[in-house]
């Protein structure tokens, strides 16, 4: 008897009550807010947001980014209240760039590794007088050369090895400044496994990377590059270190090599164009994957909002959800602030 039936599994049950019922109703769940609630499969915390901002030098000083409306360069002192005023949001981790000196750029970019750069003074400044909060240092050249690579430029090419040796010094100076977190971001092969034996080989066995594993030549980087003064500067593009943003297989090989060669976290950047490779990485690899929605996502929202062609506030938070539903623990973004704000008066 009841031979016609199917044999049951949650696929075909479904279909058995269709037939039944002939009535599947989606939209049941979605009726009112209270269910809306219950069967919401995503939420957004504040823990999963990482505030990156920008460093210049004096004091007292927080100056407008013309292309990133709500963005400043602050000072290191400012940059202190920027990161009390995060981790009192409850923002886990910070992540500084720095607008360096004409005066201090070289063709090398040597000055990654100074103690006495923009990055380690507001490291040391911030794990001193806020303790609570995480630092994510990027240890990629582009700040301190004179060209605005991310590596070391020699007769129109980027020297892979060399730069990686700098890098490193980098990622050592960032580390013994007090840096909770490396975050190279230049793509140059093999920078995660020398950045973790040096830290190794140096008592830094406790600072962990986070690989922008899978960085792709972008023209959503535009507003960072004026916000780091590196506008004018950079000779060339990047695209023989940076990935296509044609490639997703070819992503994959360069997160395993990071996988392989030691981190401990995964990027994906920019952020919102690439939820597929969010996806695809986590996934893969079930490593905290973290997505950077660069300058360029953040100025076309703002753009958009400041007209009045979107609600600023309501993509904001649609966005930052995508970003947790495509497999992201966390995200980069410079509505970190804002976004705390709005969950802390939501919860
Ligand atoms: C370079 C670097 C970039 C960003 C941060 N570090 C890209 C670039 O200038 O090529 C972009 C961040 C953003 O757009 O918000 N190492």
Known sequence: MNNHLPKL?????????????????????????????LVQETRLSVDNLILPF???????????????????????????????????????????????????????????ASPDNLINRA????????????????????????????????DGEIINDESVAMIVRGA??????????????????????????????????????MSYATKFASAFYGPYRDAIGTLGVLKGDKKTYYLDPANSDEALR??????????????????MPYLDIIHRLKDTFRLPTFAYQVSGEYAMIKAAGI??????????????????????DGILTYFALEAAQKLQNQG
């Open 9 to 37: 599994s949650s696929a075909n049950i479904t279909a058995h009550i269709d037939d039944v019922t002939g009535s599947r109703r989606l939209r049941r769940m979605r009726k009112a807010s209270w269910s809306r609630r």
């Open 54 to 112: 920008f460093l210049t030098y004096g004091e007292g000083v927080s100056e407008p980014v013309d292309a990133m409306p709500g963005v400043e360069r602050h000072s290191v002192d400012m940059a202190v209240r920027l990161a009390e005023k995060a981790a009192k949001l409850g923002i886990p981790a910070v992540a500084p760039f720095p607008r360096e000196r004409a005066e201090v750029k070289t063709d090398d970019g040597s000055f990654v």
């Open 123 to 154: 490291v040391r400044a911030i794990k001193k007088e806020v303790p609570e909060i995480g630092i994510i240092t990027d240890a990629a050249l582009d700040p301190f050369t004179t060209h605005g690579h991310d590596g070391i430029l020699r």
């Open 172 to 209: 050592l100076s960032q580390a013994e400044a007090g840096a909770d977190i490396i975050a190279p971001s230049d793509m140059m092969d093999g920078r995660i496994g020398a950045i973790r034996r040096a830290l190794d080989e140096n008592g830094f066995s406790h600072v962990a990377i």
């Open 254 to 271: 360069e997160a395993e090599q990071d996988v392989i060669e030691g981190a401990d976290m995964l990027m994906v950047k920019p952020g």
């Open 307 to 328: 007209n009045g062609w979107i609600d600023e506030e309501k993509v904001m938070m649609e966005g930052l959800t995508a970003f947790k539903r495509a497999g992201c």
